[in-house]
């Protein structure tokens, strides 16, 4: 049985393949490791440098953000007949106009920035995000409007495209600059309408069907209800900004976070009078009003305002970075404290330390003193009669029985 159980043994051995990790360091757990231990010097640095690189670039972006100058108009109820008669459906397809001037005390050099901005329009409704069709908006399918609830269909049937309700819904005021140079002369303010997208979205994201005529490529749908020309008339003139593709469709689509926000809608162009920005002086909005805001109670306003490096006039990030540098040197100090706290209580532990040694050794005096020792003799002849006694004692208990 045992030479049995050998042979077995040797057979599997020679069969199976080994089942134990190689020699290596990987796989023996054998690498090089390096265990961190911070002192308490290195992490009172480390505290401060931090404090002192976020209070710094806190106050660089502070600073950045002064830089920039904006001046924002709201034109809700300056153009209040425009408003008055889009509160009605009925009149969706007149159209109204308005005029806003205003004055520009200071020179905005370099590229300035035209936004819009609304005020209490909740684009991060859950319903309103998901009613779209990205297979449509990249034109790989035009009749694809299965997600884009209540705006997939017309009243006969026919598919909507753009379908879904942010495409419904899309900001279509027309805004115009204008520079006053005299009560008399009017120098309209030349403004780049492309370029205004993200490249992603621009070139990936949004995508005209494969047809070299957009018209007979969208035949077979119609435009949404709220908006007055279908999708491939958005700008004629020029292709690479028309149909899906559209600058001011694709800034409309990409949906806001807050009910109040500012998309951008033009950028200055450096011609004629504006070659080194907007100069100071007198100027005047042309609005068409198409875009009602007053049935949910909401604003829409103008932002004219320059960017730096850092972005534009928020405090949000530079704030942030100035309390991130506060709270790191408001914790390295309380560390520091502590740490001096601890150190003192060390200083004194010693000393108590070296009183108890001494009464210590107070007492082994006393007990020397009391208790006098024996030498190794009287131990040994101690031991001898002690253990002669016992004997004694033993064969007398013998002797009895």
Request: overall charge positive; some cysteine.
């Amino acid at each position: 049985m045992l030479v049995t159980c050998s042979i077995r043994m040797d057979r599997t051995s020679l069969t199976c393949p080994c089942r134990f990790p190689h020699s290596t360091a990987l796989k023996q757990q054998q690498l090089p490791a390096y265990q961190l231990r911070l002192s308490v010097t290195r992490v009172l640095s480390g505290f401060f440098a931090m404090g002192a690189f976020c209070l710094g670039m806190g106050v660089i972006l502070i600073l950045s953000t002064k830089s920039t100058k904006e001046i924002e108009i709201n034109y809700t109820y300056i153009c209040t007949n425009c408003a008055k008669l889009w509160e009605n459906a009925i009149n969706f397809d007149k159209e109204c106009t308005c005029s806003t001037p205003f004055y520009l005390p200071e020179a905005m050099q370099g590229d300035v920035y035209m936004y819009y901005k609304l005020f209490g329009f909740y684009q991060n409704l859950n319903q309103y995000i998901l009613s779209r069709s990205n297979s449509q908006l990249m034109g790989r399918d035009i009749k694809d409007v299965g997600n884009c609830a209540p705006f997939r269909k017309s009243h006969n049937g026919t598919p909507i495209a753009p379908c879904g309700a942010i495409a419904n819904s899309i900001f279509n005021d027309t805004i115009i600059l204008s520079y006053i140079l005299n009560t008399s002369i009017q120098v309209k303010v030349s403004m780049l309408s492309s370029g205004i997208a993200w490249w992603t979205d621009k070139y990936i994201k949004f995508q005209n069907p494969s047809s070299s005529n957009l018209p007979s490529a969208f035949a077979g749908t119609t435009k949404p209800p709220s908006r007055p020309k279908p999708v491939y008339e958005l700008d004629e003139g020029d292709s690479e900004n028309n149909g899906f593709i559209n600058d001011d469709f694709i800034v409309w689509m990409r949906t806001a976070a807050f009910p109040t926000f500012r998309k951008l809608y033009r950028q200055l162009s450096h011609v004629q009078h504006f070659t080194e920005g907007l100069p100071a002086g007198n100027y005047s909005f042309n609005i068409t009003y198409n875009f009602p805001v007053t049935r949910f109670q909401g604003e829409k306003s103008i932002v004219l305002c320059t960017l730096t490096w850092s972005g534009g006039s928020h405090l949000f990030l530079g704030l942030m970075y100035t309390m991130t540098g506060a709270m790191a040197w408001l914790a390295s100090f309380s560390r520091m404290a502590v740490h001096l706290m601890l150190k003192e209580r060390k200083m004194v532990f010693p000393q108590q330390s070296q009183v108890l040694k001494r009464e210590k050794g107070n007492t082994e005096i006393d007990s020397e003193v009391t208790e006098p020792k024996m030498s190794d003799e009287a131990r040994e002849d101690w031991g001898i009669l002690s253990g002669g006694t016992a004997l004694t004692d033993q064969v007398q208990s013998q002797v009895d029985k």
